[in-house]
């Protein structure tokens, strides 16, 4: 069993899923900038400017850091788990004060927003997500991947 978590299709795969679901939970934020910006300011934490800033910034670091983690380039993994914290960090106090918010994840058609208990599940999603990627970080320990820097990842895509 320990030998199948630390093959190479498996941290592949895991690569392709994260890195795939915050490509695509980026891009929709990203088509749809204002609601996201009013699903950040649902939960109270920052004022409307900041909330407007954090809309337009995410999203992209979200693609950015998902492309990353899909081509294995080093840092990317380590920006998606900072994201998942602060992500978890945010719904736990969302749930902690009770609030009824979307909680923004996948822009406005998320699915779960809005649902009773919507919070939790998306803080469970989110858990998964963290989970799926500590055993990354253990494959790399364990199994020796090594991710690119960016300069070799560009100069690999310059050489094809």
């Known amino acids: 069993m320990m030998h199948l978590l630390f093959s190479k299709p498996v941290y592949i795969a895991l690569r392709l899923i994260i890195g795939s679901i915050f ?7 990203i088509m749809d900038v204002d609601t996201f910006a009013m699903a950040i300011d649902g939960y109270g934490l920052v004022s409307w400017r900041i909330a407007n800033v954090i809309a337009r910034t995410l999203p992209a670091l979200e693609i950015v850091a998902g492309l990353g983690l899909v081509f294995d380039v080093r840092g990317s993994l380590g920006t998606i788990v900072v994201q998942l914290l602060g992500f978890m960090g945010v719904l736990a106090y969302g749930i902690y004060m009770g609030l009824d918010v979307d909680c923004g994840c996948f822009g406005p058609g998320d699915p779960g927003s ?7 599940g998306t803080f469970i999603r989110d858990a998964f997500m963290l989970g799926a990627c500590l055993l990354m970080y253990w494959q790399r320990q364990v199994a020796g991947y090594t991710p690119l820097s ?7 895509r310059k050489e094809e």
């Open 150 to 156: 960016l300069t070799r990842f560009i100069q690999s």
């Open 23 to 29: 490509i695509v939970a980026g891009a929709t934020k």
């Open 114 to 120: 809005g649902e009773p208990g919507g919070l939790w």
